[in-house]
């Protein structure tokens, strides 16, 4: 695989993720402005309880489809339409599973309707997933680049035509209906037109067996971080209410679209690269997640010093009415470099075998966060939240860095020279932004945070010119 492929993968598809991600933080901006914290709550509430259902609908499918499909596409079709076949049933055990949890609990009838139309997006969406990740298993990421903006372009359309006719949270979630609905179909109908494949679904024992063989280690590994992304949410509703969950909203909104925009599209491409190399180069697989490291480290760093730094500004500009939640906000923010580096560490693990490891690490993470917010919550609410994220971050990282050195051979002294590079640039940032904080308002500080940072980076030379051009060429 070239190294330009590999770049221009990432442009198109961070591309993508950043216009997308721009919209959506609108949208929410639009929406959390115009709901009260409480109908916030309900909202992020049923997208997060079905979150925990869908591991039903997946168990690890997508990521062992991903990297089959990379090491032999040839069988690519062959694999898809067995993980349909395997699908099938898992949908329809979930829907009933979620819809018969949310039945007998004691949430308003409302709420429960909107876990029952969330169901139906969660299954759509998994579908979805594995149609994509076939095209993500050649390198292809164009389309599902495509659908990324047109998917959000009708969840904003539809969500702000609700907002101004009904103001009901329900429409909201229909709007997101109506756009995974697309979805589907724009992948299905892709994978029929451009790789001619038949989407039937499929039961052969010998390719079943194959999978169903691989699949614990991933399946574990997908509860264990659905778990972990919903369990905040779920808890604060249950232990404390749904205004709680608004208000952790605001900063989750923020920190995990941040963590989409940049970490998950090096992911989208790097899995196949890293299983790829594994297969075929170690030398490479050693330098492909060095250079994931190092653009991970020059992008979260700045990133998390300018949302410390101008977080009371950012939250009671765009969020006068969530001011509370300043603090959360900052101690979530700091947990940014450790969210952006645990993903090439968690996808080298998974591309080399050591799926096992991955999963651990994970399992370990989740039942402290599940601990911690059991405890922290009751006491501090959101805040509480906060804490367990970034806690469970730092330590996330930590496992997994454990185990990485037995994979591949780590560069240490060129780690700690990316990191000590960055940090000083970071400092001289933090310094510029306090000084001005007082008299320039912060949008202007954004940009001259950004230039200071990369200006003082490159005359250290943290990186060159020629890294850019090489972008700029591949994109």
Not at 194 to 219: E, T
Not at 248 to 267: D, S, T
Request: glycine share 4%; hydrophobic share 60%; charged share 10%.
């Amino acid at each position: 695989m070239a190294t330009g492929i590999l770049a221009r993968n990432t442009t198109y598809y961070t591309g993508a993720l950043v216009l997308q991600k721009i919209l959506s933080f609108v949208y929410f901006w639009f929406i959390s402005n115009a709901l009260i914290p409480g109908q916030l709550g309900q909202y992020v509430f049923a997208l997060s309880f079905t979150t925990l259902f869908s591991i039903l609908v997946d168990l690890g499918l997508s990521p062992v489809l991903t990297r089959e499909a990379s090491k032999d596409k040839d069988q690519a079709n062959t694999y898809l339409q067995n993980v349909l076949g395997i699908k099938i049933p898992l949908a329809i055990l979930s829907l009933a599973a979620a819809w018969l949890v949310i039945t007998v609990t004691s949430k308003p009838d409302e709420v429960k309707l909107l876990v029952y139309l969330a169901s139906f997006i969660m299954v759509l969406d998994s579908f979805s997933l594995s149609f994509w990740v076939i095209f993500r298993s050649r390198h292809t990421l164009v389309f599902e680049s495509i659908a990324t903006i047109i998917v959000q372009i009708i969840i904003f359309s539809l969500g702000l035509l609700a907002l101004r006719t009904t103001g009901q949270v329900r429409h909201l979630i229909l709007a997101l209906l109506a756009a995974s609905i697309f979805n589907f179909c724009f992948a299905a109908l892709l994978l029929k037109t451009k790789l001619k494949f038949r989407l039937k679904p499929r039961w052969n024992s010998q390719v079943v067996v194959h999978l169903l063989r691989i699949i614990p280690a991933f399946a574990l590994a997908g509860v264990f971080v659905k778990i972990y992304n919903a369990t905040d949410s779920v808890l604060l509703s249950f232990l404390a209410d749904d205004v709680a969950v608004g208000f952790f909203a605001v900063p989750a909104k923020v920190i995990f679209a941040f963590q989409q925009i940049i970490p998950n599209a090096f992911a989208a491409v790097i899995f196949p690269a890293f299983s790829f190399y594994f297969a075929n180069s170690l030398v490479k697989l050693t330098e492909t997640f060095h250079k994931a490291i190092r653009y991970l480290v020059i992008l979260s760093l700045p990133l998390t010093a300018g949302l410390v730094v101008l977080a009371k500004d950012v939250v009671t500009t765009l969020w006068p009415s969530y001011v509370a939640v300043i603090p959360t906000f900052i101690i979530m923010a700091l947990a940014i470099p450790f969210i952006f580096l645990a993903f090439p560490t968690g996808y080298l693990l998974n591309a080399c075998d050591q799926q096992r490891k991955n999963t651990l690490n994970r399992g370990i993470i989740t039942t402290l966060a599940v601990v911690l917010n059991l405890i922290l919550i009751p006491q501090f609410t959101y805040f509480g939240a906060g804490i367990t994220f970034l806690i469970t971050n730092v330590l996330l990282l930590l496992l997994d860095t454990a185990w990485i050195g037995r994979v591949i051979k780590l560069q240490p002294r060129l780690l700690l020279s990316m990191l000590g590079k960055s940090l000083v640039a970071t400092g001289l940032m933090i310094v510029v932004l306090v000084s001005l904080k007082a008299s320039v308002h912060f949008l202007l500080l954004i940009p001259a945070g950004v230039m200071v940072y990369f200006a003082t980076l490159y005359l250290i030379k943290g990186f060159v010119l020629d890294e850019l051009k090489l972008l700029k060429r591949s994109s």
